[in-house]
C-alpha cells in the first residue's frame, strides 16, 4: 500500500492512493497513519480490505497538500557515510561500522514544503536518502530476517545538510543536520510488501534542473538489514521511528571548488523507484514563512 498524509501542516488527514493512481480518504477507517496503526495488523489488514474493495471514498488531489506521510514520529536515526561512491567522492574510508547520528522528529516536513536556508548558511547542501519506517519493537536483533521483520516499510527523505555547521564548529554532526525543515519526508509510507527488495532501487537529485545524484541502494556499504540490526543493538526501535540509510555520490561537498552549495531560491527534485517524487523551494529563513 501507498499510505499518506494530505492537507495543511498540522492537520493532515490519513489517505491512500490505490492501484489505480486514485487518492482514498483512510480517516473515516483510522485516526492517522502512525506507529499505532503500524504495529495493529489487523487494522492494517483492514486497510487492505476496504483499499481493495473500491469502497473508500474519493479525495480531490487538486490543490491538496501532501504532508509527511507518518505522524508523531518517535525519532529519525541516520546513517553516515553509508554509499561507497559517496566515500569516495569526499575521501573519506569506509567505515568499518555504521556511523550513527540522530536528527530531531521536529525536522520532518512534507515532500513539496519549503526548505529554509538557517540563517548563517553558507554551505547547505542535499542528500536523497532512502528512509526505512518501523513497525514493531526491536531489540537487540541477530539475523537479517528478524530486521526485515521489523520494517513496516520505505519512503524517500531529503537529509538536508548545513556542512559548515556539521564540520566546522566542533562537536558532532548535530549542528548541520537538525536545522528546522531539514528533513522533508513522503510523498508516501510504501508498506514492505511492496518492495521486495530495499536494496535494487535507484536514487536520483536534480538542482535546478540539473541531475546531480544518480545511484542505487545496491552500492549500500550496509544493506537495510543490517543497518536495523546494528541500531537495534545501541537502541530500542519503536513502531514509528525511521532510519535514514545514507546519500550516494554527487553531493554539493563531493564537487570540485567552488562548490555548488545551495541558494535562495533553488529548487531541489529527487525522487526513489517505486517511492514517489520531492520538489523543495530553497528559501532563506529570515524571510520565509514556515511550511
Request: aromatic share 6%; proline share 8%.
Amino acid at each position: 500500500m501507498k499510505l499518506l498524509r494530505v492537507g495543511t501542516a498540522g492537520a493532515e488527514r490519513p489517505a491512500l492512493l490505490d492501484g489505480a493512481g486514485v487518492l482514498r480518504d483512510l480517516s473515516g477507517l483510522v485516526p492517522d497513519i502512525d506507529g499505532t496503526l503500524l504495529a495493529d495488523e489487523r487494522k492494517l489488514a483492514a486497510v487492505r480490505a476496504a483499499a481493495a474493495s473500491g469502497e473508500l471514498p474519493r479525495l480531490d488531489a487538486d490543490g491538496l497538500r501532501t504532508g509527511p506521510p507518518l505522524a508523531r514520529i518517535g525519532k529519525v536515526v541516520c546513517i553516515g557515510l553509508n554509499y561507497h561512491d559517496h566515500a569516495r567522492e569526499t575521501g573519506a574510508t569506509p567505515p568499518a561500522e555504521p556511523i550513527l547520528f540522530l536528527k530531531a522528529p521536529d525536522t520532518v516536513v512534507g515532500p513539496d514544503d519549503t526548505v529554509l536556508l538557517p540563517r548563517g548558511s553558507v554551505k547547505t547542501d542535499w542528500e536523497v536518502e532512502l528512509a526505512v519506517v518501523i513497525g514493531r519493537t526491536a531489540r537487540y536483533l541477530e539475523t537479517d530476517e528478524q530486521a526485515l521483520a521489523a520494517v513496516a516499510g520505505y519512503a524517500v527523505a531529503h537529509d538536508v545538510s548545513e556542512r559548515a555547521f556539521q564540520i566546522e564548529r566542533g562537536g558532532q554532526w548535530d549542528k548541520g543536520k537538525n536545522c528546522e525543515t531539514f528533513n522533508p519526508l513522503g510523498p508516501w509510507l510504501v508498506t514492505a510488501d511492496e518492495v521486495p527488495d530495499p536494496q535494487a532501487l535507484g536514487l536520483r537529485l536534480w538542482v535546478n534542473g540539473e541531475l546531480k545524484q544518480h545511484g542505487s541502494t545496491a552500492d549500500q556499504i550496509f544493506p537495510v538489514a543490517e543497518v536495523v540490526r546494528y541500531v537495534s543493538h545501541f537502541m530500542t526501535l519503536y513502531p514509528g521511528d525511521v532510519l535514514n540509510t545514507g546519500t550516494p555520490a554527487g553531493v554539493a561537498m563531493g564537487h570540485p571548488d567552488p562548490k555548488p552549495y545551495l541558494r535562495g531560491g533553488d529548487v531541489v527534485e529527487l525522487e526513489i523507484d517505486g517511492l514517489g517524487c520531492q520538489r523543495q523551494v530553497f528559501l532563506p529563513a529570515s524571510s520565509s514563512c514556515r511550511p
